[in-house]
């Protein structure tokens, strides 16, 4: 006989949880061969020519920076090389991979209407079309429970649900009412992965630095840096952008540097790479 017990017995309303169940859906059955997940964003390639993962699918990762460092502007440039297109001219060694027709969702939850067009109209003036597959949503009036609830219809109800490849979430600090509740801040991460995982898609998203550090903010930044795959940290070097992978499962994309040009849109430029933080803080 199976035994079934509640998560806690003083909540009302908990659902019971069949452990055993549980058990076996959890179990990594090691008789078998998992497959690694599939790549979904790539920045450069090692020495064999094989990509180097920023974003897999089922993951989450992290774009971190200090105000105005071009946090956005990085952002853009990855979701726009992602789709293809004529992005290739503004970075070569940023590809995306096995997205076909899943959609790609930029979330907003800070800029008015104006500035959430500007950002969105980014990505067709560098692909060279708009993406039949691409939306930018503006989330900036709505609370932080309506924000919440909406990325739960989005990746668990929604037409898109079965069909979600990339969602960018700028930032995630809308999403949580005080980013140095850790209770808060673990259930946010915690639902990060589980429709990462569930819809197969890549969830990357932004988040602030706390002054005079390269700590990403709060509790909220702690907890993410640790389940993330990928954590990128964005320098203001004045005129341009240092842009470094602090963090990675795997290999390390090699830093670069960005710039915007007259058109506003970001690329890769040639700067120098001289204000490196890995050495000093990796977190």
Not at 57 to 64: E, V
Not at 74 to 81: A, D, G
Not at 266 to 276: A, F, I, R
């Amino acid at each position: 006989m199976i035994q079934r017990l509640k998560y806690n017995q003083n909540t009302p309303g908990v659902d019971e949880i069949d452990f055993s169940r549980m058990h076996e859906e959890c179990r990594i059955d090691l008789e078998q061969v998992y497959e690694r997940p599939p790549l979904a964003v790539s920045i450069g390639s090692d020495v064999q020519g094989y990509p180097i993962p920023f974003a897999t699918y089922g993951n989450i990762s992290l774009i971190k920076g200090e105000e105005k460092s071009r946090k956005s502007f990085v952002k853009s440039l990855i979701l726009s090389c992602a789709i293809g297109g004529n992005s290739i001219n503004f970075a070569e060694e940023i590809k995306g991979h096995n997205l076909g027709d899943k959609y790609i969702l930029d979330l907003d939850g800070e800029q008015d209407e104006y500035y959430a067009w500007l950002n969105g109209i980014r990505i067709p003036k560098m692909v060279g079309a708009l993406p039949d597959n691409f939306q930018t949503i503006k989330l900036r009036e709505k609370s932080v429970k309506e924000r919440n609830e909406y990325l739960e219809w989005l990746f668990m109800e929604s037409q898109f649900r079965n069909k979600i490849g990339l969602v960018s979430i700028d930032g995630y600090v809308d999403f949580v009412k005080n980013f140095n509740d850790l209770e808060e801040c673990n259930q946010f991460t915690q639902r990060l992965m589980k429709y990462s995982s569930v819809t197969k898609c890549h969830i990357t998203g932004i988040l602030h630095l706390n002054p005079g550090t390269t700590k990403a903010r709060g509790h909220l930044g702690t907890i993410l840096q640790q389940k993330c795959e990928s954590v990128i940290n964005i320098q203001d070097g004045g005129e341009y952008s240092i842009v470094e992978c602090q963090r990675a499962r795997g290999k390390k994309f090699q830093d670069f540097t960005l710039r915007v040009d007259k058109d506003w849109l970001p690329y890769v430029s040639e700067d120098p790479v001289n204000n490196s933080t890995n050495a000093k803080d990796p977190f």
